[in-house]
């Protein structure tokens, strides 16, 4: 996965949209578009503002998720692979409306 395949699944993921993305980089949002096919990557002022606004990191985005705490063999440590599922739970949690939110935390706090 580019960079820019990693941008547009993670935005995806995350319930956000292109058009907010690239006003909040500086750019026009045709260039994810062109990212994804032509496999390129951003200056790094504009990746660490992409980066931000996914609030992940740009080695993240640069490796597809690969390499974010590799082991000798490239391989994503189960600590690192638990942590991003987790992230991911969160993140979709803090989308919901608050009631459901607050449902869910007491839940978790009775465990």
């Given at each position: 996965m580019n960079f820019w395949e990693t941008?547009?699944?993670?935005?995806?993921?995350?319930?956000?949209e292109r058009k907010d993305?690239?006003?909040?980089?500086?750019?026009?949002?045709s260039n994810i578009g062109k990212?994804?096919?032509?496999?390129?990557?951003?200056?790094?002022?504009?990746?660490?503002?992409?980066?931000?606004?996914l609030n992940v990191s740009v080695e993240y985005l640069v490796s597809g998720g690969k390499s974010v705490g590799i082991s000798g063999g490239g391989e994503m440590s189960e600590d690192f692979r638990r942590f991003?599922?987790?992230?991911?739970l969160v993140n979709k949690i803090d989308s919901l409306p608050q009631k459901t939110k607050?449902?869910?935390?007491e839940m978790f706090e009775k465990i």
């Open positions: 941008v547009d699944s993670e935005l995806k993921y995350q319930n956000k993305l690239a006003a909040a980089a500086g750019f026009d949002v990212g994804i096919k032509n496999g390129g990557v951003p200056l790094a002022d504009t990746a660490v503002l992409i980066a931000r606004f991003f599922f987790y992230r991911k607050s449902a869910i935390v």
